[in-house]
């Protein structure tokens, strides 16, 4: 088994649990600290898994729900914003992996103008994006095949920590699909403070190592942010991030490992803690009734 960044087959069990009443073994790489589960023992691995369970598994449903809309609207909101903030023009041609029910391309439509793009293995959310007249593939493979075109921006919404080869995908994004002076936007959870352990999480990010696997799909990271939108006021459980291709030629960095994840990890989760005792009302927002939405 080897590490999902730096392909190293030196390793620890980092921790063993249950997810949705299926048994997880989480590794540490030794050698660069990546956690992550192996993609040959997770049913989260097979691209089936999406295509129809995986909703019915975190939702008890294969259909978008009123929570889950609701939660995409915020991100969506939280990451025009985010976009505004950073200097890299408005996006003529969009592309969102893992779209969805099409939320933040709908945003991004209406906020930019841009035309937008959508890649989304699950069958009924992929229907609903396109009941709102949205485009959209089944995989990064049917578009690449269908539309040569490239895009101005490519964002990944809480996709990496899916991936079994993550720095395979985004360099195929980088050469195939991403224009030289496109930029991408991810978002995942944030190991030091999220849960993070769960069925579908193959690996577990830290600032670090995502931007180290970034480094090593060809990516500059020129913005990171730590937040807790939606769900929090005061506790930093998601990751979002924008980069740009390195020029061609580049020389690939060497990997650096990311030192005391435990020692982080512990530290993390102790603070969120703290905050959750003294100020529950900030630490973790209502979310909205599905039965009033």
């Known amino acids: 088994m080897n590490c999902l960044l730096c392909h190293s087959d030196e390793n620890k069990i980092y921790a063993e649990l249950e997810s949705f009443g299926f048994p997880l073994s989480y590794y540490q790489c030794d050698i660069c600290g990546l956690i992550f589960q192996s993609p040959e023992k997770s049913r989260a691995a097979n691209p089936e898994f999406y295509a129809e369970t995986y909703r019915k598994v975190y939702q008890a449903s294969s259909e978008p729900t009123a929570k889950d809309l609701w939660v995409q609207e915020q991100r969506a909101w939280n990451l025009t914003g985010i976009l505004q903030l950073v200097s890299i023009g408005s996006p003529g041609r969009m592309l969102d992996v893992g779209a969805s029910a099409g939320v933040l ?3 991004f439509q209406e906020y930019f103008g841009c035309e937008v793009v959508g890649v989304e293995p699950g069958e009924a959310y ?9 485009q959209m593939y089944a995989s990064l493979d049917a578009l690449i095949e269908a539309d040569t075109r490239k895009f101005d921006l490519v964002s990944m919404i809480h996709v990496l920590e899916h991936l079994p080869d993550p720095v395979g995908m985004l360099r195929t994004i980088r050469r195939e699909l991403l224009s030289e002076s496109g930029a991408l936007l991810l978002e995942v959870p944030n190991f030091y403070a999220h849960d993070s352990f769960e069925l579908a999480h193959l690996v577990c990010y830290t600032a670090h190592t995502v ?8 990516f500059q990271t020129v913005f990171l ?9 005061l506790l930093n459980l998601y990751l979002t991030l924008i980069a740009l291709p390195l020029s061609p030629g580049t ?3 060497p990997i650096q490992p990311d030192r ?3 020692a982080k990890r512990q530290a993390g989760l102790t603070y969120r803690r703290v905050v959750q005792k003294l100020m529950p009302g900030k630490a973790w927002l209502p979310l909205p009734d599905e039965e009033e939405n």
């Open 225 to 233: 942010h730590k937040h807790g939108i939606p769900r929090s006021s």
């Open 105 to 107: 391309m709908n945003t």
């Open 126 to 134: 992929r229907s609903y994006a396109e009941s709102r007249g949205l």
């Open 211 to 218: 931007t180290e696997v970034l480094k090593q799909a060809g």
């Open 260 to 262: 005391m994840v435990q």
């Open 251 to 253: 020389e690939t960095p």
